[in-house]
């Protein structure tokens, strides 16, 4: 596991420039357009109107000082002054405020429900982008650092960026009105007030680029925690967790990795809020220095009293604008930096070929291995290697070997899991990689020993094996019947409704016999499937209800191509042809008269696990 020195990270280059990930900010918002163009038009209008008010407010404000004064000074001559150009002045302001008011909870809502529709959708392409990748990319450490990158943070990222790119375009309105107004007092005022911010806006910005640089940086230790918080929680951890002991010993190395995160954290943290700090007295500085300034005209009579109000508000809102556009586009940097963790995902390449043929020239070829090898991506021993065979149709095939001989990754070959290094696998007399991959799967019914066991209802977990039909109760039933799964489904508390696994009210679980009856069932949910494959089908089942399992199978195979792997050679014996498999090779094969009479391994681990039942 690697592990971080929070003292001294290491400078990862994003390979991009400041302005470079910029790139992502037009895609975010073609994004976001496509997900809710009304909303994202209602955002866009609101966020104008609440730029351009705050300067109309301050403007009436001034007016109103100075009617105010106005009307004093005649009362004070007179004895008395007329109120109405003051009143419609208060009236006119209070409109304004509530105009602002109102713009801003638009925005609120707009924001609010685009959050949603959009964080849906983000994780929708994630998902989709997942169900187009290949087995191997899912076995891959660094691939699955991205995903985690990708799922943790780049959901909420896209509205984050729209978010700050309309409020950017918020403030540059809301400076742009005060700068009309404030140039009129003085141009320098208007430079003070874009300059004072600057120093602030370069710290939060290398800061963030530090803080990415981090998150990229300890993905491999979050997902461990994110396995560790799932083997002590999960159910089907529980027992061994609980009975080894192991409880204390995971959850302090949870507590470890986060000490570790946590120190990296808060270095980050210091820095970033200590310098944002100094910085920020800069802005403060430059405050009140233009206040200073601001009284001197006024007691020199160079402005009016409502201008002075005028002015302080300007100055004072314009730098909250100025520090709020600087913000946002620090703000923008940073999204844009953990966005391209989004489409470095969802850019990653698939070997998924185009559309191929969907049957082959020679139906009665059956299916050939010629000179396959294959070695596991990072691997450095070959799983198989030059692998010939030949299954006619309506033979079978028993694979048998130790754990770890490569009788699994041949399945994995044929199904089209993962593609040969070298030789080539044919079906009906045509390559694999031509093949059609709905069609070519549709062929072929497989169940492997680690078959998934899905929190579905009883009936989805045996239509998860053709999702032409996965609805259809009728195929559950014939399905179940020909996994023999039927008899014991019939006494669940809802039969094929029944809620499987603990995670769901009314969860049923299933004993282990059981759930690979529902998954040799799942199995035969492909009528048209001529290919039926059981990796370990029965390696749950005691030996009298593998007999019976077995004999079925048989006779539901009759005229189809079986391919078995096994250990148990009582059932083994039955297959037409037996291949012997050690370190990725084939070392014998015929029938099992043919090996006994050959006197070889195959021989010798029969001889073994016969003597074991005498």
Request: aromatic content about 10%.
């Amino acid at each position: 596991m690697a592990h971080l020195n929070p003292t001294s990270p290491p400078a990862e280059a994003t390979g991009r420039g400041f302005f470079g990930v910029f790139r992502y900010s037009r895609r975010a918002m073609e994004l976001v357009w496509a997900t809710n163009r009304r909303l994202t038009v209602a955002l866009a209008v609101l966020t104008l109107v609440a730029g351009v008010l705050p300067a109309a407010m301050a403007y009436i404000g001034a007016l109103i000082i100075d009617a105010v004064l106005m009307a004093a000074e005649l009362f004070k001559q007179n004895g008395e002054t007329n109120m109405t150009n003051v009143f419609m002045l208060v009236a006119l302001e209070a409109l304004v405020v509530a105009a602002i008011a109102g713009a801003q909870r638009g925005i609120s809502l707009c924001q609010a429900l685009l959050r949603a529709q959009l964080g849906q959708r983000v994780n929708v392409m994630i998902l989709e982008k997942a169900i187009t990748l290949d087995l191997a990319q899912f076995e891959d450490s660094e691939f699955y650092d991205k995903l985690t990158r990708a799922r943790r943070e780049a959901s909420s990222r896209p509205l984050s960026l729209v978010n700050r790119t309309f409020g950017l375009g918020q403030n540059l309105i809301s400076l742009l009105s005060y700068g009309v107004l404030l140039v009129q007092f003085s141009p320098w005022a208007v430079l003070i007030l874009v300059l004072a911010g600057l120093p602030a806006f370069v710290a939060e910005t290398r800061f963030s680029g530090e803080a990415f640089t981090l998150f990229r940086w300890r993905s491999p230790e979050t997902r461990m925690q994110i396995y560790l918080e799932t083997v002590i929680a999960r159910e089907d951890n529980v027992k061994e967790v609980k009975l080894f002991g192991l409880g204390p010993l995971l959850l302090e190395r949870y507590r470890k990795i986060f000490r570790r995160l946590y120190k990296a954290d808060r270095a980050l943290a210091i820095r970033r809020d200590g310098w944002g700090f100094l910085l920020g007295l800069v802005g403060t500085l430059a405050l009140y220095g233009a206040y200073a300034w601001i009284a001197f005209a006024t007691v020199a009579a160079r402005i009016t009293l409502g201008q002075m109000t005028m002015y302080l508000m300007l100055f004072r809102q314009g730098q909250s604008a100025v520090a709020a556009i600087l913000s946002a586009i620090g703000g923008m940097y940073e999204d844009n930096l953990y966005l391209s963790t989004l489409y470095e995902y969802l850019e990653t390449p698939t070997s998924k070929p185009d559309a191929g043929h969907t049957s082959g020239p020679d139906p009665e070829d059956g299916i050939r291995f010629e000179a396959v090898s294959f070695t596991y991506p990072g691997a450095s021993q070959a799983a198989l290697k030059s692998i010939d065979l030949h299954i006619h149709p309506g033979k079978s095939l028993a694979l048998v070997g130790e754990n770890g001989s490569g009788k699994t990754t041949l399945i994995k070959l044929l199904t089209r899991l993962y593609y040969p290094d070298q030789g080539r696998i044919l079906l009906d007399g045509m390559d694999l990689k031509d093949w059609d991959e709905d069609a070519l799967r549709q062929r072929i019914g497989v169940i492997f020993q680690d078959f998934s066991r899905y929190q579905f209802l009883v009936g989805e977990n045996i239509g998860a094996g053709d999702v032409r039909y996965f609805d259809d109760e009728q195929r559950w039933r014939s399905a179940a019947d020909k996994g023999m799964a039927d008899t014991f489904i019939e006494d669940l508390p809802a039969a094929y409704d029944t809620q499987l696994g603990k995670w769901f009210k009314d969860g049923q679980e299933l004993s282990g016999g059981q759930w690979q009856k529902i998954a040799l069932s799942r199995a035969f949910m492909r009528t048209n499937a001529d290919i039926l494959v059981l990796d370990e089908p029965t390696a749950a089942m005691d030996a009298g209800a593998e007999a019976r399992i077995f004999e079925h199978f048989r006779k539901l195979t009759k005229n189809r191509i079986a391919i078995l792997i096994s250990h148990r050679f009582s059932t083994v014996r039955m297959a037409s042809q037996i291949i012997v498999i050690e370190n990725g090779k084939v070392i014998e094969r015929g029938t099992h008269e043919q090996l006994m009479d050959l006197k070889g391994h195959y021989a010798n681990l029969f001889s073994l696990q016969a003597a074991g039942y005498r």
